[in-house]
């Protein structure tokens, strides 16, 4: 049974500062690996999908890695905003379902 | 209306009580999920339909029962449900059943009383 775990489970950090948010997955068997972001309580909107063939994908100031061999991939969030405060989730898509982690759940102070 | 909707957005309802969530998507897709958020845990699978027949249900409970009457519209009704089914409900949608996209919606707070 696939199992993801993200670390950390909480960060806060400075304006402007850049971090790495980090997700690791137990089957490296995946589809693809996707990052969503959430606002309390809200729904999921998609930041970035990585498909199991990708190393990467970029979109503006988000970049995100995939390590399937290892079973691992990062979100890289350059030059953090306050408005980039919420919870990032990170799922793996297997072959017959999409299994999510906890989240990292990102305070950026001005 | 663009994306994935979902009504009501707040829902309160007792243990003895009937009702339904209402998902609907304007993507054009053929495949919707309905979803499962309690409090520290991870999103939870609960039912896939792909051209609106089911195609998956994780060893949900039969007092959550959805319906799928076309690719635009999914619905998770609700009876006798217990306290600890309190949870925000997310529907999504993808192209298709797969490796695809999915696309969520806004989700309902769901309050058992």
């Known amino acids: 049974k696939q199992e993801v775990t993200q670390i950390p489970a909480a960060l806060s950090v400075p304006e402007g500062e850049n971090l790495v948010l980090n997700c690791s997955f137990t089957?490296?068997?995946?589809?693809?690996l996707q990052w969503f972001r959430q606002d309390p309580g809200k729904g999921l909107t998609s930041l970035l999908l990585?498909?199991?063939?990708?190393r990467e994908q970029t979109s503006g100031r988000l970049n995100a890695s995939l390590d399937k061999s290892s079973g691992r991939s990062t979100l890289y969030i350059a030059a953090s905003q306050p408005g980039d405060s919420a919870t990032y989730l990170c799922?793996?898509?297997?072959?017959?379902?999409?299994?999510f982690g906890k989240g990292t759940m990102l305070l950026v102070s001005p | 209306e663009t994306g994935v909707t979902q009504t009501p957005r707040h829902l309160v309802m007792g243990m003895t009580n009937k009702k339904s969530l209402k998902c609907e998507q304007h993507?054009?897709?053929?495949?919707m999920y309905w979803y499962k958020q309690s409090a520290k845990k991870p999103l939870e699978l609960m039912f896939v339909?792909?051209?609106?027949?089911?195609?998956e249900n994780n060893s949900v409970p039969s007092r959550f029962s959805p319906e799928c009457p076309n690719s635009s519209h999914l619905f998770l009704h609700l009876h006798t449900l217990q306290p600890e089914d309190s949870a925000l409900y997310l529907c999504?949608?993808?192209?298709?059943?797969?490796?695809?996209?999915?696309?969520f919606g806004p989700g309902t707070r769901l309050t058992v009383t």
């Open positions: 999504a949608s993808s192209q298709e059943e797969g490796s695809y996209e999915q696309y």
């Open positions: 089957d490296s068997a995946i589809y693809n």
């Open positions: 990585i498909q199991s063939s990708q």
């Open positions: 799922a793996v898509r297997g072959y017959s379902t999409l299994t």
């Open positions: 993507l054009g897709h053929n495949a």
């Open positions: 339909y792909s051209l609106e027949e089911r195609v």
